[in-house]
């Protein structure tokens, strides 16, 4: 994988002892993985492996993916910890192909972009999600920008719930909000903010 100024970045972020975002997983995730299929789960931008590690203890097949190195090694360090497995892939997620049908559930978790790539993100997503496969995602929403709690400063990297309804056309929604939450995950994360939220259904297609 090329190293781009984004690989360099994490890869700086991440080059410290502790962990940045906590281990602990997110608490969106772990308020609803009683929604997700039990099966293979992707770990989108999943950093120092905090959610797919989390995943793996509770029984679930986990690939967590991020483009940083030094995030996956502490990814790696976190599962042997836990005594868990989880298949790491190092990846630019834009620039692979994630395979069609391959995942029961998809994790993105704080995972962001400029604008004119979501589209062709969320595409990925759509083709490697199972029919009857769940999308899980918490994000930053554009008024993210009044608060220092963490994220993109600059507002073609956010959010808005509208963009799930324009992606996944059809697919049932258990849940899409854009939320003021105060979060609380180590240092990178701390206190409020405003994420878009949702957890969705592929259907037949």
């Not at 281990?23 to 299929?37: A, G, I």
């Amino acid at each position: 994988m090329k190293t781009d100024k984004w690989t360099t970045k994490w890869d700086q972020r991440y080059s410290v002892n502790e962990y940045v975002f906590s281990k602990e997983p997110n608490v969106f995730l772990t308020q609803n993985v009683n929604r997700l299929p039990v099966g293979k789960v992707l770990c989108a931008g999943d950093g120092e492996g905090r959610n797919g590690v989390w995943l793996a203890r509770q029984g679930f097949m986990v690939t967590s993916l991020d483009y940083s190195r030094k995030g996956l090694e502490k990814a790696r360090a976190l599962a042997e910890e836990f005594q868990v497995e989880i298949e790491l892939v190092q990846a630019n997620i834009l620039e692979i192909d994630l395979g069609i049908g391959k995942y029961d559930a998809i994790i993105n978790i704080f995972l962001h972009f400029d604008e004119g790539k979501i589209l062709h993100l969320h595409n990925q997503y759509r083709r490697a999600l199972k029919s009857g496969g769940c999308l899980l995602s918490e994000v930053y929403s554009k008024d993210q920008l009044h608060y220092n709690s963490g994220g993109p400063k600059f507002r073609d990297a956010l959010y808005e719930p509208e963009y799930y309804l324009r992606d996944f056309p059809g697919w049932t929604r258990h849940y899409l909000k854009k939320e003021i939450i105060v979060l609380g995950e180590g240092g990178g994360h701390q206190g409020q903010a405003s994420v878009v939220r949702a957890i969705l259904t592929k259907l037949e297609e």
